[in-house]
């Protein structure tokens, strides 16, 4: 049984989706939801259990053998993956019932949690795998799922939002399989242990060099790296709640995941990407990211919007670290990973609170939120903190470690980057404590109540949990430089 | 000579901007689909062209048949066309819900309708 956990992971998800279209009762759905995202947790924890105890596991779907089957690997980095992506999971779903129930009409609700199933499966799929068009795939079922629920969000922006991320999405990922293509005419192989081996050897070829550009433009476009990142603000803004908690928390933790394989184990052995200009490049599109995405994040007038934009800046330091291409940079990205995963799903998580509270979250309707929502709004100012990067929390650990990482290069100017990108998030975070803590609230006014509890319960345990592992950071930490280290390892 | 050697993979570079074009320059919804549409296609016969080996049959285990071409790329791209056909699906799908919605499918008179809300 346990052998066939790696196949388990993906497939249970896979079929729970369906499931819930034939129950179509929304409790049931969201039963079935929640139930098989625990087990997926479960699993996940016993895999990264097992990975760290006797390393890498290999799994060749269907008994048919690597290259020519296709063959789940798993390494620290992706088990670390997986458990990120169902620990999210994990705790949204409780948060979801209700969050969903308000803002997804009943007849709707049922194929909601179908697609968040299909998203999951889609997520966990692109980080188990090892064959790099598996991993196309699996990106697009995570892809049509996502635009799928971000357009039942009840604002009509939420449609266009969905059909302009469908657009760039599908740019993105036919980039990606143009990339994969040459690849595979030049390798005759799809399996990323193989193309690892064989590409040192034909690295020379234009044909590489333009498959990693495809490569790269199109995982940055699914990443919303600056300045592909167009498609995210509204996405995030006219989302329902629960759909922005999962997707800013996992979908683009997975797709920097899959360009970190791209980059670290695929194009391992090659010279030219460890030489070339591109380290260069990514590092200066990450510090705009984190400066610019962070200055328009002050002008925002809607709160969710403000915190997509934050995202952007985030993905900025994940990006940061990858460029550096050393152990203690791309620990960095790997620990920011999980933490931005549960600090930004808390905030997001507030949000949903408040706007199933209040019904919007323009920030001049914020006037007095904290006398009227104090247990919501006392977490948002946590978590705020925590996307500043105040010492005790996790978005303090991220940064020490990736400033670290850029003194170790002598990269001053970045280091500059990552304090004046932290000091506009005090701006934009200190904008909306200022409106709901310091300003009355407006005469007339009805006087509003919290969240239910199974809204507010895991809004704290992500919140919670944002200091839990900034305290003690050892545990995350060892993770994630065991992670940096199998990439930087030769390839078996 | 080399030119007409290459002639498949000079339509998938055509094909391939001739969509990519579309879908930035055109206003329209639907166009954009279409060009989306249209460049995926050039990857498809990206896909077909490089397994394509000169006098190759068909792979089919017989007598007689020592050279053939590999079908792994055909089994690809059909996984690539199904996902093609779900995202036009989805897109025209959401084009319908926009136009309920919005009662334009013209991307400047939706962008004007949003800034006003």
């Not at chain 1, 200009?277 to 962070?294: H, Y």
């Not at chain 1, 990006?319 to 808390?346: D, Q, W």
């Not at chain 2, 996984?79 to 897109?91: D, E, K, M, N, R």
């Amino acid at each position: 049984m346990a052998a066939q956990y790696p196949a388990l992971q993906v497939v249970l998800a896979l079929l729970a989706a369906p499931v819930c279209l034939i129950l179509r009762r929304p409790n049931a759905a969201w039963a079935v939801a929640t139930v098989i995202t625990w087990i997926s947790l479960a699993l996940a924890l016993s895999l990264l259990g097992r990975v760290l105890e006797t390393g890498v596991i290999l799994y060749p779907m269907g008994d048919w053998a690597a290259p020519w089957g296709i063959e789940y690997q798993i390494d620290t980095v992706n088990a670390f993956m997986l458990v990120i992506v169902t620990l999210i999971g994990s705790v949204v779903m409780p948060f979801a019932r209700a969050s969903v129930e308000a803002e997804i009409e009943e007849e709707r609700i049922y194929l909601f949690y179908c697609m968040y199933l299909l998203n999951l499966a889609g997520l966990l799929g692109i980080a188990i795998t090892g064959d790099v068009f598996n991993l196309f795939v699996f990106l697009e079922i995570s892809s049509l799922s996502s635009y799928v629920m971000i357009s039942l969000g009840r604002d009509k922006r939420a449609l266009t939002a969905a059909y302009r991320y469908l657009v760039i999405g599908t740019i993105g990922a036919t980039f990606y399989i143009i990339g994969v293509g040459m690849m595979y005419m030049t390798t005759g192989s799809l399996n990323m242990a193989d193309l690892a081996a064989i590409l040192p050897a034909v690295a020379d070829s234009r044909t590489v060099l333009v498959a990693l550009g495809f490569l790269t433009v199109g995982l940055g476009l699914k990443l919303a790296l600056f300045p592909l990142h167009l498609w995210l603000p509204n996405a995030y803004a006219y989302a329902p709640s629960a759909v922005t908690v999962f997707l800013a928390a996992t979908g683009t933790k997975v797709a920097v995941y899959a360009f970190i394989r791209i980059f670290f184990t695929v194009f391992g052995g090659v010279e030219i990407f460890t030489a070339g200009v591109i380290p260069q490049i990514l590092a200066v599109l990450a510090a705009l990211a984190m400066i610019g995405a962070s200055a328009v994040a002050i002008y925002q007038t809607d709160v969710k919007r403000l915190l997509a934009y934050s995202s952007i800046a985030q993905i900025g330091y994940m990006v940061l670290g990858i460029s550096m291409v050393t152990v203690t940079g791309l620990a960095g990205t790997i620990v920011h990973l999980f933490n931005h995963a549960i600090m930004k799903g808390g905030l997001f998580m507030a949000m949903g609170c408040i706007l199933f509270k209040i019904g919007t979250v323009q920030l001049d309707q914020f006037e007095g939120l904290g006398k009227r929502m104090p247990v919501t709004m006392a977490a948002f100012v946590a978590g705020g903190f925590s996307l500043i990067g105040v010492p005790l929390t996790v978005g303090f650990v991220s940064k020490w470690y990736l400033v670290q990482a850029a003194l170790e290069k002598g990269w001053w100017l970045a280091v500059a980057a990552i304090l004046a990108s932290s000091l506009l998030a005090v701006i934009y975070i200190w904008r909306v404590v200022e409106v709901a803590y310091f300003r009355p609230p407006p005469k007339g006014s009805a006087e509003v109540s919290e969240a239910p509890l199974s809204m507010l319960v895991p809004l704290w345990i992500l919140i919670g949990a944002s200091y839990y592992f900034g305290i003690d950071a050892t545990q995350t930490l060892d993770i994630a430089f065991a992670a940096a280290e199998t990439l930087f390892a030769p390839p078996l | 000579m080399e030119f007409l050697g290459l002639l498949n993979y000079w339509i998938v570079v055509v094909l391939m901007m001739t969509g990519f074009y579309i879908v930035i320059a055109h206003n329209n919804l639907v166009k954009k689909i279409v060009g989306l549409n249209i460049f995926q296609v050039s990857v498809f016969v990206f896909y077909i062209t490089m397994a394509k080996v000169k006098g190759g049959t068909a792979p089919i285990l017989a007598e007689g048949i020592e050279i053939y071409s590999n079908p792994l790329p055909h089994v690809l791209i059909l996984t690539a066309i199904v996902v093609g056909v779900a995202t036009t699906a989805l897109g025209l799908a959401l084009v319908v819900r926009i136009h309920d919605a919005y009662g334009t499918i013209e991307d400047d008179e939706i962008e004007a309708r949003e800034n006003e809300l």
